[in-house]
């Protein structure tokens, strides 16, 4: 029995290989565009959530709620509340947010400015 050889063509081979190179330069050419969210956010929140962290909420009026935080997204959270209705707020109208027991200092109130 007699084999036969077959041997691809050069010329295609020296093609793909020049394409690869090419597509690998324009690779190493393009930027990346810097992230919109670094996510740090997201970890505080998932991480406050996790734990049941009691929160107090400032709203920008300088009302303070207290719970922990149920549930977010980009736009709102959801405060749940032992002896009171749960609240799902924007977050566009929160101050700021920090751990209940944690009360800030004197000078730092948030109701104060």
């Known amino acids: 029995m007699n084999r036969k ?10 093609e793909r290989m020049s394409q690869e190179k090419e597509r690998d330069r324009d690779a190493g050419r393009k ?8 996510f740090a956010e997201s970890y505080y929140y998932l991480k406050q959530m996790n734990k049941k962290t009691p929160m107090a909420v400032v709203y920008t009026s300088g009302e303070i709620v207290e ?3 149920e549930w977010y997204d980009r736009n709102c959270i959801k405060l749940n509340r032992d ?6 707020i924007y977050k566009s109208s929160i101050r700021c947010v920090y751990k ?7 000078g730092d109130a948030p109701g104060s400015k």
């Open 67 to 69: 719970g922990y935080i």
């Open 83 to 88: 002896n009171a209705p749960n609240l799902l």
């Open 31 to 38: 930027r990346m565009h810097p992230p919109t969210d670094t």
């Open 5 to 14: 050889l077959i041997r691809p063509d050069l010329t295609e081979i020296k």
């Open 100 to 106: 209940a027991a944690e009360s800030p200092d004197e």
